[in-house]
DNA sequence: ACCTCCGATGTCAGAAGCTGACATGACTCC
DNA sequence: GGAGTCATGTCAGCTTCTGACATCGGAGGT
């Protein structure tokens, strides 16, 4: 990190990566499977936390309620490297090819969201689409978060981001003229001006 | 596409497709940024078709069933082009980087929505949220079109699509116990068993 | 104490992707 | 006919990533 920082992500090479470590590049494909990967090492501890967040769920959680449980689990974690994470996001949205990782680590993700959902009974197409719909919730939350500078928590987010989903698809075919939801986002407004 | 099936993506070297168009490896990256850009040149114009397509749209139309009419829009250039989709489409899925190349695609569809519905006066993060859940109405549909064996439209599982996410958000906190929208998918069990 | 095995690391050579600099050749416009 | 422009070729070189083999040091058995 200290490294991407001084020099920028593409003009620092592998091998002056192993170099501050200690180590040899051979060694740092060792642990690496990629020179990107080395920025997306957590990703699997956060899936790990999400699938037994969704396994435990209460049963009669719905779906979308159980992924966004899951969703603001990971709060507290993200809470604890906020510092990290904002280090770490601008130099992603820079450049191209670390985007597209993170990007397949969320679809990855919610692939594992899918199957743990599975595990609950919910049907396939519904599964996956229901853990689409928790990475559209999360990637909005997290932008956020991140650029909140009142420092609400993740989960707070996520749970903003949860009714304003619900409020734009409840359109005509689904519901019509309900009462807005509880605790609705500030800015409700959706449709043209 | 033939030098990929007969021997595979990555057993196959730019310098081979080069010289099979009866070109320079020098010239290939001329038109290509990427070896994998070959296979995505198709996205700029996919991308302009539904961003005009939501920018056309009558005023009064929710964002969700804008966004939901641009992904309708594209199932005649999808349909010409069926028997390709179906030799690229498994290429794509057994090699990472080429779904990393596909996420990114997609998540820059994303951002181009979002940014005409914006024009439409959608307030941005509504509108960010409406452009991630089309994607992921997209994806779903787009996975059953491949496998559908019965051939229908791209746009008829668009609309299965998104009847299914408004099943899905139709929880506690929006709306409750409004009567199943007209024209429901056939599997329509959410919860668990 | 000694040996053996194993895991982590180093060394080396090389393929493939990708880029910058410059040359060539054809075609257009004056 | 000359100048400029555009597509392409040529070449050298860097970086990422891989396979094969060597080395070293520690753990465990005798």
Chains 1, 2 share one sequence.
Request: aromatic share 6%.
């Amino acid at each position: 990190m200290s490294l991407f920082q001084e020099r920028g992500y593409d003009r620092t090479t592998v091998e002056e990566i192993a170099a501050r470590a200690g180590l040899t590049e051979r060694t740092f494909f060792r642990y690496f499977s990629d020179k990107r990967e080395v920025l997306f090492s957590g990703s699997k501890g956060l899936e790990a936390l999400m699938v037994s967040t969704i396994a435990d769920a209460p049963k009669a959680m719905a779906p979308i309620d159980v992924v966004a449980a899951a969703l603001e689990a990971t709060s507290p974690g993200f809470e604890e490297r906020r510092a990290h994470a904002c280090k770490r996001q601008p130099l992603i949205m820079a450049h191209a090819e670390l985007r597209e990782r993170e990007l397949i680590k969320l679809a990855s993700l919610a692939s594992a969201m899918a199957e743990s959902l599975r595990g609950r009974g919910v049907e396939k197409t519904v599964a996956h689409l229901v853990a689409e719909a928790g990475i559209a919730i999360f990637k909005s939350a997290f932008e956020r978060w991140i650029e909140d500078t009142k420092k609400h928590e993740l989960a707070h987010h996520v749970r903003v981001a949860l009714a304003e989903l619900r409020l734009i698809t409840a359109g005509a075919s689904a519901a019509s003229s309900t009462p807005p939801p509880t605790k609705a986002p500030r800015r409700s407004r959706l449709g043209p001006r």
